[in-house]
């Protein structure tokens, strides 16, 4: 083993005492300092993979489905299969305030979407929410990519 150069000692001796500088305690700080204090919000980044086992062909029955009664008949309208895979970066929340002072929540749409297979695979409507879906309405699968820009405002009441 090879002795550590003075140099080298110096150096991790400084990294030491500048860690141990920046471990101070936490200090509570006062409304007015609090309104002081400047950030850029958040961004969240989504990998969504929901019933992904569609995918990959496996053999699965998730549904959504609403029953709505009219004439003493309940009447379901069935999803059946929703799922695969969205991506979205970044969806961004900003606190912000106006030029007249007013705080809202900025929230700025993804710059980025990506789907495959995101959707649903069979639609329908029947009288029994459980049994085989024989008459199907369609399907809405989304497959590529999407670029968005500006952002929704959301002020409190």
Known sequence: ????????????????????AARADKVALSDDEMSGVAGKGVAILVDLQLNAGLLTGQNMDARISAGFTVDGVTTYAIAQNFGGILDMFAVTLDP???????????????????????????????????GPITSSLGSILLNGSANMTGQLNLWPK
């Open 1 to 20: 083993m090879t002795p550590m150069r003075p140099h080298r000692l110096l150096a991790a001796a400084a990294l030491a005492a500048c860690s141990l």
């Open 96 to 130: 912000s305030t106006n030029a007249a002072g007013l705080n809202y929540l900025a929230i700025g749409m993804p710059y980025y979407l990506a789907m495959k297979d995101f959707g649903v695979r069979a639609l329908a409507v029947q009288t029994d929410p459980t």
